[in-house]
């Protein structure tokens, strides 16, 4: 069996040893002889399943007691709307910082709601920095300030989150979730779709402080109230029980590999400093965003020459380096390296792009 690197922005590469182990306990999850494909959500087995996902998850990332995390289903894309539904009930505006395709769904479906402002913008250089603004750049009276802390097109990450003073800073994670320590305390909401970097898609996890629960629009429906979540311990209905799941083995091949997200930072950030220092001294290659701004996770690339970047693609691809091609609205070439990409498959790829450098430059 030869298995690709694949570096593909998501859904995205899950650790092989969670794979193995998911494929080991298929048949017959811990003696209960169902898959947990298979079993109710109301059985018992299953809720041992969703807490210890949970409790990990608390752990891993150092949730607050104070804080409440809620398994959904509709993707990051469904926060987009639930965010201002349950939060913009204030003063009704909400201060959107607007860092790319992402930040700019989540604004303009706010603006639906109520009065969303985008208050910065770096569509002006194709979203290759992201703005720095002070705590008089927002409305005070704002029920909330949006971000998008790590930008999955572009590879643009904030490293410093902006000052809003007592105003909740609300931010889609998606794309950095569990890449490393992340201050959740700083935040009022925190969401994520799991196919980046926690799990297979299928589940949202969302991460709120308790005292934002319970203040939502009358118009909102049942499902996107994150009452109804809370009340119900993500079983209101049926949650994505499988991909749950597998965020559990992820979570324990985090704290058995790492023990924790220091390490994870640690590998993440050689990984990256690999690939960044590789592009910095190529005469092929070099990455579009502003040194400063730079994600951990997500490595747009390109020659400047539409063709070798064509050429590229396909002979990596050959190579076993899958998914390299650059999102449509950026060109060139991306290498998304998230947790589950092994150091291995950096520095096999680097050896290829030196390579690929030789015979074309
Ligand atoms: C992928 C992604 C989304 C969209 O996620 P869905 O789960 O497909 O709705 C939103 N925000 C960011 C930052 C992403 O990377």
Not at 207 to 218: Q, S, T, V
Request: aromatic content about 10%.
């Amino acid at each position: 069996m030869a298995r690709v690197y694949n570096f593909s922005a998501g859904p995205s590469m899950l650790p092989e040893a969670v794979l193995e182990k998911a494929a080991a306990e298929m048949l017959d999850y811990e003696g209960s002889g169902q898959s947990v494909m298979e079993m109710s959500h109301r059985s018992k087995v299953y809720q041992s399943i969703i807490d210890k996902a949970e409790a990990l998850l608390r752990e891993i990332m150092n949730i607050p007691e104070n804080y409440k995390v809620l398994f959904l289903q509709g993707g990051a894309s469904s926060q987009f709307a639930m965010v201002p539904l349950n939060l913009m009930t204030g003063s009704g505006k909400a201060d959107y910082i607007v860092t790319g395709q992402w930040a700019k769904k989540a604004f303009k479906e706010a603006a639906r709601y109520g009065d969303a402002k985008a208050v910065a913008s770096s569509e002006d250089k194709t979203f290759s920095y992201i703005p720095k603004l002070t705590r008089d750049d927002f409305r005070p009276d704002a029920d909330y300030v949006h971000i998008c802390m790590n930008n999955t097109i572009y590879g643009t990450v904030y490293h410093e989150l902006p000052d809003t003073g007592d105003v909740p800073l609300v931010a889609d994670i998606s794309s950095c979730v569990l890449s490393k320590p992340i201050d959740v305390t700083k935040f009022g909401v925190l969401y994520a779709g799991a196919q980046k970097n926690m799990a297979p898609s299928g589940v949202t996890v969302v991460i709120i402080r308790e005292d934002l629960i319970g203040k939502a629009m009358d118009i909102t429906p049942t499902m996107f109230n994150y009452q109804t979540h809370a009340d119900n311990g993500s079983m209101f209905n049926t949650p994505p029980c499988y991909t749950i799941y597998v965020m559990k083995l992820v979570l324990e091949w985090i704290k058995e590999n790492f023990g924790g997200l220091e390490k994870m930072q640690e590998l993440n950030e050689k990984k990256a400093k690999l690939l960044y220092d590789f592009l910095d001294n190529s005469k092929l290659f070099k990455g579009t965003v502003v040194p400063e701004d730079r994600s951990l996770m997500n490595v747009p690339f390109i020659t400047g020459n539409d063709e070798l970047d064509l050429k590229f693609v396909k002979e990596s691809t050959a190579a076993g380096f899958v998914n390299l091609k650059g999102h449509r609205s950026v060109g060139g070439m991306r290498a998304s390296i998230y947790n589950a990409m092994p150091l291995e498959g950096v520095e096999k790829l680097v050896a290829f792009m030196q390579k690929f450098e030789e015979e074309n430059a």
